[in-house]
Each structure stands twice: as C-alpha cells, then as structure tokens.
C-alpha cells in the first residue's frame, strides 16, 4: 500500500505530465498532424463515452439514445452559433427563420443551451421510457434517437436546421485548447456525481434494484437524474463534434455512432471512468492513426497483401468488440478504476516473483 | 376509394413482411429473452446472397430461393452457436451487447464485402409483372406477398400447437428451467427456433427486396426496428400477434406516407411503440406476466 501522501503526488505528476503532453502536442506539432486529431477527437470521444457509461454502466440504464442527444447538442449548438453574416449563405435553399436573423450567442453560452435542451428532451421522454425494462428501454431508445433524426431533418424545421442539407459553418474555439478544457471540466463534474451519494444511490441500482429500493432509494428519481446528466453531456459532447467538424447533418450521427461509443464504454470496461477514457483514445488512435493502413491495399513487391481494401477497418473493430464481450466481458479496466496501488501492488508482485526465482536458482 | 383501396393492398403487403422478420424477433425473445438485434441484418444479408446466387452466379431464380433461405438459415444459427451460446449464463447486458455487436459486425462486413454503395436486387420474371384488379394495378408480387405470409403463419402456428418440437418451444418459453429438468434439450430447441426465425427473413428479404431493387449494407436497420416494434404491438411472444402487429404497422405507414406528412411515416412508428410500451406493455396478444421478486 501507498500512503496518501505518494499517491496525492503520483496523481499531480500524472496530470501535470498529461498537461504538457497536449501542450506539446499543441505547441510543436503542425495543424494537420495525426497527434492532434487523435487528442482532439479521442477526447470529445472521451466524454461521449462517459457520458454513456454514467447511464449504462453506473447506473445499469440500457440506454441507446446517444446518438439522438448528440443530433440535438449539435444542432442546438450550431443553430445558436453561426455568425450571422454567413446565415443567408448557409440557408441559401430555404431561407433563415426571421427569430435566428440575429441571432449569434458566444460559444460558451450555446455548449449550456445545446446541453440543457438535451436535458429537457430526456426529462420529458425519459418520464415514459425509464418505466421500462432493460431491453425495451433499449429498443425505445433508440427509436427516440430515430424520431429526433427524422424530425431534425423534416421540412417544417427546414428554416431552422436547413432541413437534410444540414447545417456549414460552425464556427469552434480559436485555441486548440479549448476543447480539453471543456471535455476535462465535464469529465470533472461526471466523476464528482459519481463519487458523491447520488453515485452510491446510482451503483445501488445497478447492483440491485429491489435491495436498492428497500434501502430508501428513490429509484424513478434517480434513475431520470443520471438519465437526464447523461443526455447533458452527450449534447455537449456532440456540440463539441459539431464544432470540430464544423459541418454537419442529420445521418452525421446515426445508430452506428452509439454503436461505436458503446464499444468504447465496452472496450474500457462498463462502470469505469477511466477505463472509458483509455479506451476512447487507444480506440481513436487506432481507428484514425495506427489502423488505417487496413483500409489501403498492400504490396510487398507484386504480392497484393489479401484482405486490406476499403472497410476492413471496421470489421476489426466490430470483431474486438465480439472478442471483448465474449472472452473478457469486463473490458480493460472492469469496474474498477485506476489506482496507483493497483499499479504499486503489480510491480511488487513482478518484483517478489524475480526475487524467488533468483533464489530458486 | 381507388387510392384507399391501392393503399391497403400496399400496406398489406409491407405489413406481411414486416410479419415474417417479427416472428423471428417474437420467437427469439420469447425463448431466450433476448432481442435479437442482428435480425434485420441478417435479413439484410439474405438480400446479398439472394445478388450473388442469381447476379454473380447465375442460378435460376427457383434454385436460388432455395439456397438463398439455406444460407440465411446457416448464417442465423452460427451467430447463436458463436455469439448467444457462451453467454447463456452472463447477464442480460452483455447478451444484449453482443447482439449488437453482431449487428455491427454483420453491417461492416457487408459493407467491405460489397461497399456502401446500393446494388441492384434480381429481378424473378413473373413477380414483377403487373396485375390489374379494378382501378387497381400492382405487381404481382405486392399481391402474393400477404397470401404467403398468411399461409405460413397457419402452418407455423400448427407446428408450434400440433407438433413435439413445438411444445419443446412453448414449454421453454414458459420456463428456461423447469423445461431443462423434463429432458428438453435446449440447445436444439433454440436452434430450431433460429432456423425458423431466419427461414422466415429470407422469405421476407426475397419478397421485400424485389419491389424495391436495391441492397445496402444498412437496408436491415430500420426494417429490423420496425419488425421489433411490430412484435411488441402484436404482443411479445405470439405468433398470431406478431402477424397483426406487422400488417398494423406496415398499413399505418403506407397511409401516412400517401398523406402530406409522409417524412414523418418512420417517426409514428416509433411514437406507436412508446405508447404501446406505456399503456398496454404485454401487446395485443401477449401473455401478462407477473413480476416476482
């Protein structure tokens, strides 16, 4: 065991060292760099991640609706957001409501609006929908998340969303920056709510939902409480992918991209925030850095290397994620979640194993 | 009267459809409870082997039908051998998520195989002709389509009622257990169910596709979604209902995309399960079941 004090310091050193590898990456890389979209990416993915794992893993929620409060984040954001002077060009086809004309609120006040109307819309579907059972809630979900992309791209919203042509321009932080300091203070305010009594009331729930109850637990309460946050910062999440992709459109985000967070929170292990955050970036370096070559197809000389064309990418992708669900259900990290005397505990335990070895011999 | 009547025929047909993929759903869930996400990508799949066997391949179009249910067939109970089976035991979630996992994997794969770009379904020669009744013309498949589907949900409806393999099924739908203890072999029985399930999507996919002539990797999706929400109207479970449930659905769609609020046809369906799910959550048909503690 460590003593608090060491691990009080190992934990500094690790964020001040996590600190300097973005601000170098951000100081001494170019724009284009693979490093910088990995980050970047990996860490809105990061919090989508959480955000899904607060309600499925800590909370027990099956819930498939990520990638519709991500449509509604986004698109909250982005209408809120482009400067005026481009609205007629963006709205070129259908015309821009006369309400939006002027309007253009600073980022920071549209991550809030994008993520509170999230909020609203789960309160209000989540009064139905959390009555219902695991699988159902799922399929509900997921209808939900259908029904917010079909209406976002319907022509009685044409003036507000631009109806399926989607909306351009959308304007990001200037800094490279500013997406961390969002993700972080999000992450931040995820894993106090966690550790708090209504993360305990949360975990009850999961573990068991009539012991929980007996207990006093308020289960309708709670379980819309971190329905509702989740579906905040899933908004948020997906405001901020709407800004780092600066277009966007009603299939940006489909059922595959829940799909994709949900191998994320999968990978990393349901109920651990950290694990959904190693995972989200071992997961995005992959998918954009270190695996593209599947995509390109092979030579080594006139040998054409089989298999690697188009597409195959992802049929890894969705083979780990069968491997992972079905040999090491708990992912990387389980329920766990990262501790210094984890770490302390292995290389001791590597250590006292090479001593009796020595001794043996 | 004429566009009324033009439509139901319509709807009758999507909706018999959207029956056969549902009994696979219903069938699945009621033994394993377990919603099988991957079905409608199978029945997506069965649309590509339909492509390779009479495109790629040049089968005639009977052989093909025949090869085409064989491979649907295979495929839907190799998916339960590799990723259902192992986790007979685990928690519901995880069984869940593998089911999802599947139906990631099974829209990727298509989409390397055959990229994401829409093929053109074969054409059968007499099926697509065209059949005057009335003021009303439609193919002749539009026609067959709920004939069929009805003709066999008598005949699955014998089995499950008249035969042993059938009573196998219900008693394990009752209960998982008990079941095991009389010497029902489990294992087989879920298996028949599978082959059942997908016999029935591949029917589904040659008579869905052939009207609307194009494949793609997520051509399954909202099929599947809609043949879930279909089996839960009808009533989780039963096979009468998911029959009602499917023709329900397929002629409220095809009313509300012939009215000026088309773009919302997917929508309702999905309005409709919520409401089904709030004020009748055992269906049309569905056993109530007692929650115990």
Not at chain 1, 272 to 296: M, Y
Not at chain 2, 15 to 22: R, V
Not at chain 2, 23 to 40: C, D, S
């Amino acid at each position: 065991m460590l003593s608090k004090k060491t691990k009080k310091i190992c934990t500094a050193a690790a964020l001040v060292a996590l600190a300097a590898v973005i601000v170098c990456v951000g100081q001494f890389t170019k724009s284009t760099s693979m490093l910088r979209t990995v980050f970047q990416l990996g860490a809105i993915y990061a919090l989508l991640a959480v955000s899904m794992n607060l309600c499925n893993g800590f909370t027990g929620l099956f819930s498939l609706g990520q990638a519709g409060f991500m449509t509604l984040g986004a698109y909250t954001y982005a209408v809120l957001t482009i400067p005026s002077a481009s609205r007629a060009g963006v709205y070129y086809l259908y015309g821009v409501a006369p309400w939006l004309e002027k309007l253009e609120l600073p980022i920071p006040a549209a991550l809030l609006a994008a993520g509170l109307v999230a909020a609203l819309f789960a309160y209000l579907i989540g009064l139905p929908v959390l009555r219902l059972k695991s699988d159902y809630l799922a399929i509900a979900t997921l209808g939900f998340a259908e029904v917010v992309r079909i209406v976002t791209a319907s022509s009685p919203l044409n003036r507000v969303t631009n109806g399926s042509l989607g909306l351009t321009m959308i304007p990001g932080f200037k800094s490279y920056y500013g997406i961390f300091a969002v993700v972080i203070g999000c992450i931040a305010v995820i894993v106090l709510l966690i550790n708090s009594t209504y993360g305990r009331a949360f975990k009850a729930i999961r573990d068991d939902e009539i012991a929980a109850e007996a207990m006093g637990i308020n289960l309708s309460k709670h379980k819309q409480m971190s329905f509702v946050i989740s579906s905040f910062f899933a908004a948020i999440g997906g405001a901020l992918m709407a800004m780092y992709m600066g277009a966007i459109s009603s299939t940006t985000f489909t059922i595959a991209v829940t799909y994709f967070i949900l191998l994320i929170v999968v990978i990393g292990g349901m109920g651990s925030v950290t694990g959904s955050i190693l995972s989200a970036l071992l997961v995005i370096a992959s998918r954009e850095w270190w695996l593209r070559f599947l995509d390109q197809p092979l030579y080594f000389g006139t040998f054409r290397v089989p298999l690697l064309k188009t597409g195959f990418r992802m049929v890894i992708f969705s083979v780990i994620l069968m491997v992972v669900v079905l040999f090491f259900r708990k992912g990387i990290m389980g329920e766990r979640e990262f501790s210094w005397d984890a770490i302390y505990g292995f290389f001791k335990k590597l250590g006292s194993k090479k001593k009796t070895e020595v001794q043996a011999k | 009267m004429d566009a009324f009547l033009q439509n139901c025929l319509t709807g009758l047909s999507i909706g018999s459809i959207y029956a056969l993929i549902a009994i696979g759903y219903t069938m699945v869930y009621g033994i394993l409870r377990l919603i099988n996400f991957a079905h409608g990508d199978i029945f997506m799949m069965a649309g590509y082997f339909m492509i390779i066997c009479m495109t790629d391949l040049l089968i005639p179009w009977y052989l093909s039908i025949i090869l085409v249910i064989a491979a649907t067939v295979l495929l839907g109970v190799c998916i339960e051998k590799v990723a259902y089976k192992p986790l007979r035991s685990a928690p519901r979630m995880s069984v869940m998520i593998s089911a999802i996992g599947v139906s990631y994997f099974l829209q990727n794969f298509a989409t390397y195989l055959f990229s994401a770009q829409p093929k053109s379904y074969p054409t059968i020669g007499f099926l697509s002709k065209t059949v005057q009744i009335g003021n009303i013309s439609t193919t002749l498949v539009t026609f067959v389509t709920p004939l069929l589907t009805v003709l066999l949900v008598i005949a699955l409806v014998m089995l499950v009622k008249k035969t042993k393999i059938g009573m196998a099924m219900r008693a394990v739908s009752r209960d998982f257990e008990t079941a095991q203890l009389m010497g029902i072999k489990i294992n087989s029985v879920i298996s028949f169910t599978f082959v059942i399930g997908c016999a029935l999507a591949g029917i589904g996919s040659i008579l869905y596709f052939i009207p609307r002539s194009s494949v793609y990797p997520l051509a399954g999706s909202l099929p599947g979604l809609k043949c879930f929400v279909a089996a839960v109207f009808g009533g989780i479970g039963s096979i009468p209902g998911a029959l009602v449930g499917g023709f329900l659905i397929g002629l409220s769609e095809t009313f509300i995309k012939s009215s000026a609020y088309s773009e919302f046809s997917d929508a309702f369906t999905f309005i409709i399960l919520i409401v089904v799910l709030l004020c009748l959550p055992t269906g049309l048909f569905g056993e109530k079941i007692k929650e115990k503690v």
